[in-house]
């Protein structure tokens, strides 16, 4: 054991060497010298996140393979990215999940980024990207439990999912079905009663957030009218104002319950402009002023978007970062999310995506992923 350092107390109390004026001036410099470090992985309060970290938190990409690659690494290092989607063919199994998830979140660490989302979709029955999590039950199996049911099974999908780094789902469906809808043939939604699919997807919203995850209310503001998935074909649903409002019960729901994040839908609705959900200001001025949602919003695949449309996922990308949607989601291959990443990029370095738009998009991600921890 070492000598007491000089200007430490003695074991009577009194202070041997240096005076107790001094003593004082020279702790409070050692506070001011701490207070004034920040602590790793955060950034000081006066300092405004570059352009390229406004832009990166809004991207959620997908990833090839079963482990993370060194470029996708670099990009989360770098902010470029502010999250992952996982796809069945990026699982093997629990281990392996851990550690994909542990390992982007540690390049997120080094680079003093905040902590990725990491979602999937784990609706239930078929779509399920983790297979030994639930719901092994598919939507309309749900659809006829009692919310209190629901709610537990959640609550242990979310436990699940927690345990392997996931902290999104996107689920649950809050689609109401109409006679012919490709969502009801696919067993997605859980009923054709609007105010049943309201208190189902609050308790399926419920049980993930008692175990820290986040859900996703999807898709805003309603494809259970489609005959035809949104992923092949350009919807677009005619439905007047009176028929949209019942579609619009779950999501109000859901929404005064707390969900945090609404996944836009790729159709078009025709009472709110010849735009798709996705980049409609039209239908974000539902979600934001009608609705009076907070929390954050993002888009279905823009890959999907584009290819129906005939064009790029980075100018539907634009389009929706235009519109005001938070998260822009990529699913396709890391070429392509970075493509998207660099014309988002340049076209809010331009301002032709609003400064301010980009900011309130940032602070609303960086808030969900605060409470996520």
Known sequence: MGSRPRGFPDGDGTVGCMGVRELLALAGAIVALVLAVPAAGSRPAAVRPAVRELVGQRLVVALHGTTASRSLLGRVRRGEVGGVILFGDNVTGETQLRSLTAGLQAAAREG??????????????????????????????????????????????????????????LAPVADVAVRGSFMAAEQRTFSADPARVGLIATAFAAGLADTGVAATVKHFPGIGRATLSTDRVAVTIGAASAALAGDLVPFRWALAAGAPIVMMSNATYTVYGDQP????????????????????????AVEAAASTRGRSSASVAVLAAQAGVDLILVTGSEAESEAVYRRLLGRASSGSIAPASLRRSYDRVLSLKRRLG
Not at 131 to 156: D, N
Not at 277 to 299: C, D, P
């Open 112 to 169: 003093g980024r905040p902590n990725l989302l990491v979602a999937v979709d784990q609706e239930g029955g078929d779509i399920r990207r983790l297979p030994w999590v639930g719901p092994s039950a598919p939507a309309e199996a749900l659809g006829r439990m009692t919310p209190a049911s629901v709610r537990q099974i959640a609550r242990a999908v979310g436990t699940a999912l927690r345990a392997t780094g996931v902290n999104v789902d």
């Open 277 to 300: 959900a996705a980049w409609s200001g039209r239908i974000q001025a539902l979600l934001r002023g009608e609705l009076g949602f907070r929390g954050v919003t993002i888009t279905d």
